[in-house]
């Protein structure tokens, strides 16, 4: 075995003598020593720790014949020894580190003498970093002795220097602060005698947060004072006149709600309180959507979600804004309420840890702090039942008069001279804003000075603060100076526009004309009357107590305490009337004449027309409302011709005829998103006038019959229509009423954006008059009446 002569000549053992084997072409092994070398049992562990330093120049020598042997290989050791063969590696590698080693052994000798060196000079560089941290002790004891002098003289000029910032300071407060002293001297007697009025101010303000809502401003205002008349008996001190706009809110809240929408008068401000402070969660009556519109700009940047109670997706809605904390309105409900807001509406809370539930159907939904729910209607009068009153803050948001008014100068002014409205706008922003940092500086002061630890001289940012406050306060003093004066001058060119005559003339005849055609014939009387009535009131030309008397008559009169007939031909209900009469300027001495003149009053009292002939004892030279005034005492069949003459007086002889239909004038007026809807007569049918119009236009109208089962064929054909841009019609509606809850709900959804419609589809309507129809589909439309006309009427729509 060639690989263990190796093995042996690296353990330096006696090898046998070289005897040639011609066989192999090389001599013969050294087979007793070798098993000798196996023998040993510690062989594997020497060969493991073989002293690798001890290999010479020699023992390679006398590995060469072996290493140059075309047989001593791995491959040939594996093949004739098996396991044994690992050891030809072994060898080969003593080989190849010996010839590594033979150059590091110089090596390694230098870095001895290189090691005995470094020693040497480490022990000399210890003594002298011994001798370096002696020098150092002393010479810190020096500078600590420098350092404490340095630190005593430090402390003499720093507490020199506190001394002179606490002066500076002082001084500082006492200038910024001096001009507050009076004031806030004064708010804390007015403090201390409201605290003293407190208890009677908080029963009118919670009574007005709780109660008043529902009701206009004459009714707040006498249950206001009918609680004043309550504190007074019971002697609880409160405030006089107090004034619960101030006491509630704050002009720049204020200033910031009427840029976002809401009217400047003053009911409109208060439902603007009683919306954001009442307990309840509010219930808007908005029959004008003014309501709806300033709560979609108020919560726009709070992620309001709009829904209604006929939404597919208002489960999802409402446990959404629940649990995630979203401002959420409910729009156009009816006169009830879906039970699964009852838990939602109470506040029914479920603590669970530090969190809340509530349950909304029969699922429990997280409830968030920040959760806001807004809910309005379009009934003008809604029947609400006492479980809702009880539940929600019912508000009436109606349109008042001076609000409307505001609103259509704003609009004249917009078109005759914008940029005053614009200046306006932008001033009411601008006092807005600068009451608001007014506001902020004065409570971000007041914070610090009650906050602040420790002395208010020590407080650098309280000076600071302070010193911006007073800068600040008087700049913004200065702004709002400014501010005033230019919306005197704003508001007095903005007077300039309220009279304007045409104008007006002209809007009132378009609301005439817009209204009457959604009438039947024997309201748009009434409805023509009322309009000349309340338009002479506004102006003034007829007070309250005549409308009044025009209205009642002396229904609310006893017989037994009136005086007696002077004859039994004057009925008793002409004679009450008579009586109610003597109450107004113009007819006190009526009964008299009356009395005294019965013979000629008779005469006129016959005629088949009196209120064509002269009334006695003078009356004739009367206005007309003041002759119609006398008819309706007299004569109530003649009231109706006489009120003809009223009304032409009044509001000029156009209005006392009859508006004639238009479909052409009305389909201008119409888009794709306002349906036209017709109240049906008996023998008037509109078909016939649509399609002939289809046809003038060049468009396809298309109809269906609603009733039973019909509408999944009108919900095709409402789809085809919006999306191809034809006519619908829908006949007698008040047949599926259910659906056109759905056709509410579609058009609701495409005015907010969700969807498209074709820009020529139009949707027709006609329905007979039905309690519940949806009001807010109805709001939605332009509606007209198409009854057969009669006498010159017939004539003027035939030719």
Known sequence: MLIMDAVCIYFKRKLEAITPDFEKKFFLTSWNESLRVMADTKMLQKVQEYPKDTINAEMLDLLVPYFDYPQYTYEAAKTACGNVA?????????????????????????????????????????????????????????????????????AVLDDAMKCKAKMDAATALLNGLSGERIRWTEQSGQFKSEIERLVGDVVILTGFLGYTGPFNQEFRLLLEESWVQNLTDKKIPFTLNLNVTECLTDTATTGEWNLQGLPTDELSIQNGIIVTKASRYPL???????????????????????????????????????????????EDIGEELDPVLDNVLEKNHIKMGSTFKVKIGDKEVDFHKDFRLYITTKLANPSYTPEIFARTSIIDFTVTMKG???????????????EL?????????????????????????????????GSLLDDETLIGVLNVSKDTAAEVREKLAIAKDTEIKINAAREEFRRLNYIIDYLTYEIFKYKSRGLYEVDKYMYVLLMALKI?????????????????????????????????????????NLVELTKLRHFQYIVQQVTSNDKQWKQWFDKDAPEESSIPDGYNSLDTFRKLLMIRAWCPDRTLTQSRKYIGSSLGQRFAEPVILNYETMLSESRALSPMICFLSTGSD?????????KKVENKCRAISMGQGQEVHARKLLAGAMS??????????????DYMQEVLGQFLELER?????????????????????????????????????????????TY
């Open 86 to 154: 690992g050891l030809i590696s072994w060898t080969m590698a003593m080989a190849a580190f010996y010839e590594v080693n033979r150059e590091v052994l110089p090596l390694k000798a230098n870095l001895d003498r290189q090691q005995a060196k470094l020693n040497k000079a480490e022990a000399e560089l210890n003594a002298a970093m011994e001798l370096l941290e002696t020098k150092e002790r002393e010479v810190k004891e020096c500078q600590d002795k420098y350092d404490k002098a340095m630190s005593f003289k430090q």
């Open 421 to 453: 409205e614009s200046e306006r706008t932008n001033l009411i922003k601008d006092v807005t804003e600068n009451k608001r940092r007014m506001l902020e500086l004065e409570q971000s002061l007041l914070y610090k000075l009650t906050t602040i630890q």
């Open 536 to 576: 002479d009131m506004q102006k003034e030309h007829i007070t309250h107590e005549e409308f009044q008397v025009f209205i009642k008559g002396g229904a609310a009169l006893d017989l037994n305490a009136c005086p007696p007939k002077p004859a039994k031909w004057i009925t008793d209900t002409t004679w009450l």
């Open 724 to 737: 191809e841009g034809f006519w619908a019609l829908m006949q007698n509606c008040h047949l599926g009423l």
């Open 686 to 694: 509109p078909t016939p006038y649509i399609e002939q119009l289809a």
């Open 753 to 797: 954006g969700f969807g498209n419609v074709h820009p020529d589809f139009r949707l027709w309507m006609t329905t007979e008059v039905h309690e519940d129809f949806p009001i807010s589909l109805l709001q939605l439309c332009i509606k007209f009446t198409n009854e057969p006309p009669s006498g010159r009427s017939f004539l003027k729509v």
């Open 404 to 418: 409307l008014e505001d609103q259509l100068l704003g609009r004249v002014i917009l078109t005759e001279k914008k």
């Open 284 to 330: 808007m009556i908005d029959p004008q959507g003014q309501g709806k519109a300033w709560i979609k700009n108020m919560e726009k940047k709070s992620g309001l979600i709009i829904s209604s109670l006929n939404h597919k997706y208002f489960r999802n809605h409402i446990e959404d804004a629940v649990s995630l904390g979203y401002p959420m309105i409910i």
